[in-house]
């Protein structure tokens, strides 16, 4: 979460090699006490009722839901109405990992599935980005960020060099 005062408050839901969750269709996956893990348990725990007027679209019943994205959504902009600020919401990946697992819903973009949930004036909140991207636009060349560089650089994951080449 990064907070500015008076001004914006972003959440960050940042993945390096896994997914993002899907909800379970099985509404049997819930257990009493426990994070709902199913579309139904995760709409009725974070209900969009409490957020401000027209926040939030009611989702879509069809296509995957993204649970994790979806409360991270909620909690960004029932935050941000309480403290007066502007919200967002960024989606920060790795890029080798989603284009290696692309054929798993959880490894693809979900912007659709955010954009189906905002009304159109509040959808460029919401950013799909990628470790890689962030490295090459901000870091890697930015001689007061060296050490953290080279850490990313060198960063593995699964064996291999997580950024690639």
Known sequence: ??????????????????????A????????????????????????????PRDAL?????????YSQL????????????KLDVRWGLVNLVSERQFHQRQNKVEFQDP?????????EESRDQFLF????RLYADHVAKATELKDLAEFMYNKSANGDRALGD
């Not at 679209?57 to 839901?65: E, H």
């Not at 979806?70 to 109405?81: C, K, Q, T």
């Not at 980005?129 to 890689?132: G, V, Y």
């Open 24 to 51: 379970s269709a099985s509404v049997t996956h819930d257990v009493i006490g426990d994070k709902p893990r199913t579309r139904e348990g995760i709409l009725e725990r974070y209900n969009s009722q409490k957020l």
């Open 111 to 119: 912007t659709q599935f955010i954009h189906a949930l905002l009304p």
């Open 129 to 132: 980005c990628t470790w890689e």
């Open 1 to 22: 979460m990064l907070y500015a005062p008076g001004e914006l408050l972003v959440l960050v839901e940042a993945k390096f090699t896994s997914g993002n969750t899907i």
């Open 70 to 81: 979806y409360r991270n959504l909620v909690f960004a902009i029932y935050m941000a109405s």
């Open 57 to 65: 679209l009611a989702p879509s019943s069809s296509g995957p839901f």
